[in-house]
């Protein structure tokens, strides 16, 4: 905290849906320092893989027509910076998105073996940007998603690295991240099914059961009573409230709130079953 805050004539609020202009600056130097910073201006072209970054932001990103992109690096760089800079809050998010993704990201990091996982350092690079400036927004592998607790990210990364067995885990996850982390308004409704759905995928493939309810699942494993009673709490609430798991008229009323929560328990339940199974304790 710098001093103004600590006497309390500054006062910082999570940067939700908004974005000021240090925390946007702060991240396009991420990408400047990791992508352009060492570029000679004066001899690359546009095709280097530095350059083809800039051009793929340009053609892809922003929809410029790709023969306006023929001029120097230099010129291609500004064009790009000044668009940059420029934008929204939820496009400049798709923006780093779009780096983190995209082919010639992978390549530069192919080409300058000096950063062994350059996508991980800018990942992680801008996760700290965004902690320092108190955004309401974090990368989850190559994800921005309304999260921001170490451990809740933790959970959710460990969940979405399961193993082959559990491929299907992971993808119901990864979609209810996605839905939780769609800009400008999330998915609320659509990403606590897709939660759900992993806790049920989990309980059909440690069972061997495709149709083996939660409950059933349970009972395999050596969980203490209350904890089985616990869980099985939170799943029936999940299967009436709010229409969430079944069709209904009218949009629900659940918020970012509700779908943060059931993805980060839902997440670190998938976990916690997984591990149990693996430790042979099913009976």
């Known amino acids: 905290m710098q001093f103004s805050e600590r006497i309390g004539i500054v006062k ?77 809050w939820a496009r400049f998010y798709d923006f780093l998105e779009f780096i983190a993704n995209d082919p010639a990201t992978s390549e530069f990091w192919r080409r300058h073996t000096f950063l062994v996982d350059g996508n991980r350092t800018f990942v992680k690079t801008c996760n700290q940007v965004l902690a320092e400036e108190v955004s309401g927004y974090r990368f989850i592998g190559s994800q921005l998603a309304p ?15 399961q193993s082959a067995r559990f491929g299907p885990v ?27 759905s992993s806790v049920e995928a989990a309980c059909h493939i440690i069972t061997g059961d495709s149709k083996a309810p939660l409950g059933k699942a349970l009972k395999q ?37 509700d779908a943060r929560f059931f993805l980060v328990s839902c997440a670190a339940f998938v976990n916690y079953l997984i591990a149990k199974s693996a430790d042979t304790l099913l009976r």
Not at 147 to 161: G, H, P, W, Y
Not at 171 to 196: F, M, Q, V, Y
């Open 221 to 257: 494993l050596s969980i203490h009573p209350a904890l089985q009673k616990g869980f099985a709490a939170i799943y029936g609430y999940t299967s009436d409230a709010e229409g969430i798991r079944h069709a209904i008229l009218n949009a629900p009323t659940v918020d970012l709130d």
């Open 147 to 161: 999260i921001t607790d170490n451990e809740e990210l933790a959970s959710i990364e460990s969940a979405l690295a």
């Open 170 to 196: 992971s993808t119901h996850i990864a979609t209810a991240l996605a839905r939780l982390g769609d800009r400008p308004r999330p998915d609320c409704r659509n990403s606590i099914k897709e939660s759900i």
């Open 12 to 88: 910082r609020t999570i940067q939700v849906q908004t974005m000021t202009d240090l925390l946007r600056n702060r991240l396009w130097s991420v990408a400047y320092r990791l992508f352009w910073q060492d570029m000679d201006f004066h001899t690359l072209a546009p095709s280097i893989c530095e350059g083809e970054l800039l051009v793929h932001l340009g053609v892809h990103f922003f929809g410029i027509p790709e023969d306006e992109f023929k001029a120097s690096i230099v010129v291609v760089f500004q064009r790009i910076r000044d668009l940059a800079l420029k934008l929204d």
